[in-house]
């Protein structure tokens, strides 16, 4: 039992390496799919995304779901909802990423918690420990030093931060699953972004058509790489604690930030270090204090005592859930 439990979580790990490690070697992707440009390679990620997750969906014989989403108006709108603001997400980010902004791309996916935790703040009215209020006010710093160092706020970093923390809250509210969340959402994608290639092709403008069938091929796999880091995310998840998954989710921004500098050969002056530092200071805080919260919960538990809230599973103790205590506990995929 316990090999097998090691070996469970050996495999959660490798999964969990990857999918962080393909979200965070994505900016080398969407460059290949020149000279398309960024809202013609969102419409056919809408479209190949759900070409490939209903074909998942259809050989595992996972239906049951839609029919009880379909019966759910409420549940329905906010799936409209996420898949809005996912679509914002996903075109800022791959504009960012071809236009010269990988590393203030990353940025946002750093201070994505900083904002998650804000969100819980002002409107779940979640109250803050000490420590989770400085590394708030260390963010908010850090935004204000970069504003400085670039001149203008970091706008690209402010919407996929903003957007996938929208994302984040609106998703745990519909409670669907990796797999099944992403066929709803890209399901609610699909017309509009049909409609517009569609109508790229009739003016003649549509590179899939045009670039010859080694660019079609890769504007199709747009659906792989969407979807396949989002199955190694979901067997990590079933297999690693909470706080692993947590740790592991900066990987994706740490990929994304190195290739910036060193691949891409992005400018990282004086001050922009200077804001970054300060970012990954209130991450170190906001993660720290949240382990500590998760230790104290395991240590309660296995003492005997029962704490309202406290979920065991899989390995994972993890502390009542909030906005901040997420940071550790790991979000839900980056869908970048």
Known sequence: MVEKSKGERRTGL????????????????????????????LAHRMV??????????????????????????????LITVA???????????????NSGHVVEASLGYFINP???????????????????????????????VLTIGYGRPPWVSLC??????????????????????????????FLPALVYLLWLT????????TDGPGHAALLAATGVVTALPLVCFGAAAIRVPLSTLGLLQYLAPVFQFLLGILYFHEAM?????????????????????????????????????GVPGVAVGNGA?????????????????VDA
């Open 14 to 41: 490798l999964n969990g390496f990857a999918a962080y490690g393909m979200w965070g070697l994505v900016p080398l992707f969407w460059p290949l799919l020149k000279p398309a440009g960024a809202v013609e390679i």
């Open 114 to 144: 900083l904002v998650t935790i804000a969100m819980g703040v002002l409107i779940l009215k979640e109250r803050l420990r000490p420590v989770q209020w400085a590394a708030v006010g260390v963010g908010f710093a850090a935004v204000l």
């Open 83 to 97: 898949a809005a603001v996912i679509t914002v997400n996903w075109g800022v980010y791959i504009w960012a990423v």
């Open 317 to 333: 103790v993890s502390a009542p859930r909030t906005a901040a205590d997420s940071v550790a506990a790991g979000p839900d995929p």
């Open 160 to 189: 996929l931060a903003f957007s996938f923390a929208t994302y984040g809250l609106v998703k745990k509210k519909v409670n669907l699953g990796g797999i099944e969340s992403l066929a709803a959402e890209t399901a609610v994608q």
């Open 48 to 77: 190949w995304s759900l070409v490939l997750v209903a074909g998942a969906l259809l050989v595992m014989r996972r239906w049951s779901w839609a029919g009880e989403l379909l019966r759910q108006p409420r549940r329905l709108g």
């Open 269 to 305: 002056p004086p001050e922009r270090w200077a804001g970054f530092a300060l970012v990954w200071l209130a991450l170190a805080l906001l993660t720290g204090d949240a382990l500590r919260t998760a230790r104290r919960a395991a240590r309660v538990l296995g003492s005997g005592m």
């Open 202 to 209: 009739a003016h003649g403008d549509s590179t899939f058509t």
